[in-house]
C-alpha cells in the first residue's frame, strides 16, 4: 500500500494531440521538442493543476503565440485579432479567459487511476505568477516541451512539468 501522494503523468503529444483535436475541431499537430524551448520570460499563460488536497502537482505553460493561438480558435475569433495579439505582445483579457478554459480541460491530461487534478489558478502575463509555481519551475524534472500548430492560427510552444 503507497502513502505518498497520487501518482500523475506528463502526456504524451498524442494525449495533448487529441485533447485539442477534439475541443477546437482542428486536426492540431503536436511534436515533443527533445528539450526545453520555453525559457521564463517568453512564459505569457500559466496554469496550476492541484490534488484533491490543493497541492501543486503540475503547471502548463503557453508562450504568446500558442496562448493567443488557442484563445482564438476556442472561440472561433478571426485569425486577424490572434495575429494583432501576437504582434502587440501580450495575449489580450478576451483570449486570455478563453486560453483559460483550455487550461481547464486539459486538467484530464494528468489524470491517472490514482490522481484526479483540477485546474488551480491561472495566469495571463504580466500577472505575477504565485510562489509555489514559482518554485515547481526551478525543481521539476519531470518536464516535456511541445510544439503546438493550430491550423490556420499559428504555432507556439506549450510546457507541461509534474512536481
Not at 483579457?93 to 487511476?113: I, K, W
Not at 516535456?144 to 507556439?156: K, S
Amino acid at each position: 500500500m503507497s502513502t505518498g501522494a497520487p501518482v500523475a503523468v506528463l502526456p504524451t503529444d498524442a494525449d495533448v494531440r487529441g485533447l485539442l483535436a477534439g475541443l477546437l475541431d482542428k486536426a492540431v499537430v503536436v511534436t515533443t521538442a527533445p528539450g526545453p524551448l520555453l525559457r521564463g520570460r517568453d512564459v505569457r499563460v500559466v496554469g496550476s493543476y492541484v490534488a484533491d488536497d490543493g497541492a501543486l502537482r503540475a503547471v502548463a505553460l503557453c508562450d504568446l503565440s500558442l496562448g493567443a493561438c488557442l484563445g482564438a480558435a476556442l472561440a472561433l475569433v478571426p485569425v486577424p485579432r490572434c495575429e494583432e495579439a501576437i504582434a502587440s505582445g501580450d495575449v489580450p483579457p478576451d483570449l486570455g479567459e478563453n486560453t483559460r478554459e483550455v487550461l481547464n480541460v486539459a486538467a484530464s491530461l494528468f489524470n491517472t487511476g490514482e490522481a484526479h487534478l483540477k485546474l488551480g489558478q491561472t495566469w495571463v502575463a504580466p500577472e505575477p505568477v504565485g510562489d509555489d509555481v514559482v518554485a515547481l519551475l526551478r525543481t521539476s524534472l519531470h518536464r516535456v516541451d511541445l510544439t503546438v500548430t493550430v491550423p490556420g492560427y499559428g504555432e507556439g510552444v506549450l510546457a507541461l512539468l509534474l512536481s
